[in-house]
């Protein structure tokens, strides 16, 4: 059996785990011990005697690849990201976006909703994740809705969707791991992440005005702020505003100057400043110590992922798989554009069931390559490409598209986890209630999809600045 | 999709057990949060001593890089206890009773047999980088400042080895449970439904905003 | 049919022709009987080379001495400042000939390992932008990337070494984390940093890395006579390969430097003389005192270099 079967066999083996419920970091570490094993024994044609150097071998290598992988630099924005947005919930910035884009939006049809939404796109801006955002907000913002006579579940898919806007703009531990995964620069592909998400985030509330222009029961406008209350408000939304400035300088200066340091220091920073405001804000040692506690078990969830899916990786790397997929997606006598297409859907069928992070982590090591080779190569230049863009823009690009396909996945049933949190936050709306009122949302989700394919420049604007 | 889960408690050896692990397996994470915190710290140093000193921290990045495995291990075997590692339980979820019981316990016999792995290939990746006759016992350095390797390296195979003490114990629960045909089992993480899972979540945050 | 997997790092570059040229030609003479799989980062990460061919993952690969200097202590006497080696030729003379050395070969073979033969780099010149820093008072206070050796040279004459990958470099200078980079002329190529530069140092030459490419002893061993013939009998023309290869590349380097309009800074000797002396001496004295500590003939591994640079220079 030459190796590329072999790295089929346990590809097929490590999905079964996955599908029986064995949790993914370790079944992604066992398949590549196991893949390792079967390639050295191979090497000396399964001779019995053999068997142990091959054991020996694989399990040495196995065994260097947590250390190994885990000690670097750019990693370290996993946990820094993480705990920006621990700290976001005690500097209390949640309740204060709120408050200022009511105060300051909400007199548009649907009004509120439109304020949840872009609300959440500032959170989204100190908070890396999008579950907690969405459980924050159903918290603030579906009541205030209610209120007024809004749908209920029509305020609860607004949340949910909303939501998922965490794992686009940065920070965000997901782009973090798809840079890291993929080999490419951190904060290039951050600050590629803010337009396509605040681009989601205006395609969302476009969709809100549109519903309750037609429909003028779903949700009616919210007047009388005075100019007074609206400047009152913005103050203590700021520390936002300070994270998005480090985080955008430290990657370049849009002024044309040096840039104030590297991605790892401006997430950092970041952190440093929403926790100043949470201790100016009240934050003691307890709360400190529980949001350090929680930051640590998320670090470590997310790391014994990455370390185990990477085990897979160094067996993929022995076993040569990613080649001979790219070679075989290449091969292929169908438009590039169309296998594009073809594997965002998969990637949409298959966050239907499985954990963003999770779902990214196990298939860019085959995919990503078979996409850059598709394009043309991880050095094609713009001019020879197939889709227009040098092989770095491409990796950028297409890191986007996945984000924004694990994002989707988020609300789709029937694991839409954000969903599911919506509908535990309120007792009284059921798990269906949520689903349905976010359907409007996934038509927004493909409008923006398609835009983000058919317009790449929206993904590569910011990045192509920097250089 | 597996948050976190509910793990029950009776007088029994393997409850007591269970919180006597757990109280290491706290301690090691909460020790992981800190350095998290230190990393932070780290950062305004090295911008604040570059910029207003020139005086850049000497190996910014080596210390970082010897901080991670600190920050990515230690608190894995707290995540274990509470069945908080990601997995699709769209299956497992549907189980009830023995076969539910099975199903864990395979998979964590599984899991036991990885990680047993690890310690002996990651103690090796460590022996390679330490030698009791060299200066700071040291056979593998950094790049940048020359910082010896080998504490670093060192943490996986201890992280690891206390997981494979959460597996067995795990192993002992399930397996119990298995045999005797247990309802709700002491010192396993149970499978919560995702709304109460959901929850339990936003219960998390209550209060903190 | 015997396969070798080859773990070397980045993309194909003139850093790695020798080591495809190796591929190439033992390939040929076998009549494809013996192939060598290089892989570019797949196998491991760069600075874990040794450990993979310690670990007999992989039959050959790469490294550089100034990854983890304590990994191999005796070959770092390469990388001191101010050796003056002045061209690649000589760069593999004093290399090949402290391979040969007994302390040299024991320590590698702690690691299951045999050198075959070196990458020769050129010094390592740093590009800067601004105000070319052409005297040691202008390097007072300047941020440098520069690694092992030449760190700590540039450290004693009052520059400030900053850490921050090859990877990096660019990122690190284009945001002022740095103000020069030391590199050999393909990577400020291939990283980018001549993009960036006003000037480049065209005879500070404070040193260079020491990057070898190693064996598995077993597997070496393991070699029929035939296979290891071809092995053997095709260094030096790998080398060789390697040399014209470069030497090609450096002649366009005038080219691209006029093309970037990058001013090319001379040095005056009495600056020069003034560096040597506050760095290269006491640099070299404490490594020989540190490692002569260690059990590690240092002085005769000094020695041997210069030894062998006069030598090869009396050669031509
Ligand atoms: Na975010
Ligand atoms: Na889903």
């Known amino acids: 059996m030459d190796s590329i079967e072999i790295g089929l066999w346990v590809t097929a083996g490590l999905l079964v785990m996955v599908l029986l419920g064995m949790r993914v970091a370790f079944a992604a570490g066992l398949a590549g011990l196991a893949g390792l094993i079967w390639i050295f024994w191979a090497k000396s044609g399964y001779a019995p005697d053999k068997f142990t150097k091959a054991l020996v071998v694989s399990v040495k290598i196995a065994g260097q690849v947590p250390h190994s992988k885990v000690s670097s630099n750019a990693l370290s924005l996993i ?21 200022a884009a009511k105060r300051w939006i909400a007199w548009l049809p649907g009004g509120l909703a439109v304020s949840t939404v872009f ?24 009541p205030e809705m209610l209120k007024i006579g809004y749908d209920k579940r029509f305020a609860a898919g607004v949340v949910a969707a909303a939501g998922t806007l965490a794992s686009m703009i940065p920070p965000s531990a997901i782009l973090v791991i798809y840079a890291i995964i993929v080999e490419q620069d951190v904060g290039k592909l951050l600050l590629a992440g803010f337009i396509p998400g605040a681009f989601s985030a205006l395609v969302y509330a476009v969709l809100i005005v549109g519903i309750a222009v037609v429909f003028r029961s779903v949700g009616p406008p919210v007047r009388g702020f005075t100019w007074r209350e609206r ?27 040096d840039a104030w340091g590297t991605p790892t220091e401006g997430g950092a920073l970041g952190a440093f400043v929403v926790f100043c405001m949470a201790l100016w804000r009240g934050m003691r040692w307890t709360q400190l110590k529980l949001a350090l506690l929680e930051t640590a078990k998320l670090t470590a969830m997310i790391f014994a992922i990455i370390w185990g899916v990477l085990i897979y990786v160094r067996f993929l790397g022995f076993a040569d798989l990613p080649g001979a997929f790219a070679d075989w997606i290449t091969s292929l006598h169908m438009s590039p554009m169309l296998i594009l297409v073809c594997i965002l859907l998969a990637y949409a069928v298959l966050g239907m069931f499985m954990d963003a992070i999770g779902m990214l982590l196990l298939t860019l090591p085959v995919v990503y390559p078979a996409v850059m080779a598709l394009n043309g190569g991880e050095y094609v230049s713009a001019a020879d490409a197939t889709f227009g863009m040098s092989g770095p823009m491409c990796a950028i690009w297409f890191g986007i598209l996945v984000v924004k396909m694990a994002e989707f996945c988020l609300i789709t049933p029937p694991i839409g986890l954000n969903c599911f949190v919506v509908a535990g936050v309120r007792p009284d709306l059921s798990v269906q209630d949520v689903f349905r009122g976010v359907t409007p949302f996934f038509i927004a989700d493909g409008v923006t999809i398609a835009l983000l394919v058919a317009f790449p420049g929206i993904v590569l604007y910011l990045p192509s600045l920097a250089g | 999709m597996a948050g976190a889960s509910s793990v029950l408690s009776d007088g029994s050896l393997l409850s007591r057990l269970d919180h006597a692990l757990l109280k290491l397996e706290r301690a090691l994470a909460l020790i992981s949060g800190f350095a998290v915190f230190a990393l932070m710290v ?3 140093i090295s911008v604040g001593g570059r910029n207003a000193l020139n005086t850049p921290l000497p190996g910014y990045v080596d210390w970082i890089e010897q901080a991670m495995p600190l920050i990515a291990f230690m608190g894995i075997s707290f995540v274990q206890r509470d069945g908080g590692h990601i997995r699709m339980d769209i299956l497992i979820g549907q189980l009830r009773g023995r076969a539910l019981w099975l199903f864990e316990l395979i998979s964590v016999i599984l899991i036991l047999i990885l990680m047993l792995a690890l310690v002996w290939g990651s103690w090796a990746h460590f022996l390679r980088s330490f030698d009791l006759s060299a200066p700071l016992w040291s056979r593998d350095s950094s790049i940048d400042i020359g910082l010896p390797i080998w504490p670093a390296k060192l943490l996986a195979p201890v992280a690891f080895s206390v997981l494979c003490l959460r597996l067995l114990l795990q192993i002992w629960g399930f397996g119990r449970a298995f045999v005797l045909g247990l309802e709700n089992p002491v010192a396993v993480p149970l499978i919560q439904d995702s709304a109460a899972q959901a929850a339990h979540e936003a219960e998390q945050l209550e209060g903190r905003d | 049919a015997l396969e070798w997997n080859v773990s070397v790092w980045g993309k194909r570059r003139a850093f790695t022709e020798h080591v495809e040229k190796l591929a190439e030609l033992v390939a040929e003479k076998t009549n494809g009987e013996f192939t060598m799989n290089v892989s570019y980062g797949g196998l491991s990460k760069n600075k874990e080379n040794l450990d993979g061919i310690s670990i007999g993952a992989f039959e050959m690969a790469q490294f550089c ?5 304590d990994k191999n202590r005796t070959i770092t006497v390469l990388e001191l400042p101010f050796l003056g080696v002045d061209n690649l030729n000589e760069e593999v003379a004093v290399s090949h000939a402290v391979y040969q050395h007994p302390a040299v070969k024991d320590e590698m073979a702690q690691w299951n390992a045999k050198i075959i033969m070196t990458s020769p780099m050129p010094q390592y010149n740093i590009v800067g932008t601004g105000e070319p820093r052409d005297t040691l008072d202008k390097m007072k206070g300047m941020r440098v990337r520069a690694t092992g050796g030449i760190g700590n040279a540039f450290e004693a004459i009052g520059a ?14 284009e945001s002022g984390v740095v103000d020069t980079v030391s590199f050999a002329q393909h990577a400020h190529l291939s990283f980018g940093t001549i993009n960036k530069a006003d000037w480049w140092t065209a005879n500070l030459n404070p040193g260079t890395v020491n990057c070898p490419v190693v064996v598995n002893i077993d597997a070496y061993e393991a070699l029929s006579p035939e296979n290891r013939e071809a092995l053997d009998s095709s260094i030096d023309e790998a080398i060789a390969h390697y040399l014209a290869n470069y030497g090609e590349l450096l002649k366009k380097w005038d ?6 309009g990058v001013q090319k800074v001379v040095i005056a000797d009495e600056e020069l003389a003034k560096f040597r002396k506050m760095a290269a001496d006491p640099i070299r004295e404490a490594w020989i005192v540190d490692m002569s500590a260690q059990g590690i003939p240092a002085q005769e591994l000094y020695d041997l270099v210069m030894a062998t640079l006069e030598k090869t220079r009396a050669g031509n």
Do not use: C, W
């Open chain 1, 79 to 99: 946990p820094t990201f993480i705990l920006i947005g621990y700290l976001a919930y005690y500097a209390g910035l949640t309740k204060a976006l709120f408050e």
């Open chain 1, 231 to 257: 400047l009152v408000s913005l103050p203590p939304a700021l520390p936002i505003v300070f994270v998005i400035v480090i985080i955008i300088f430290f990657v370049y200066n849009p002024f044309g100057g």
């Open chain 3, 255 to 260: 080219q691209i430097l006029d093309e970037k």
């Open chain 2, 42 to 44: 780290l950062a305004v």
């Open chain 3, 65 to 69: 001495a100034g990854y983890h200097r």
């Open chain 3, 160 to 173: 400030v070494p900053t850490s921050v990958t090859a990877t990096e470099a660019y990122q690190a200078m």
């Open chain 1, 119 to 142: 609300a959440t796109a500032g959170f989204a801006a100190v908070s890396g994740a999008s579950v907690a955002t969405a459980a924050v907000f159903a918290r603030i913002a579906i």
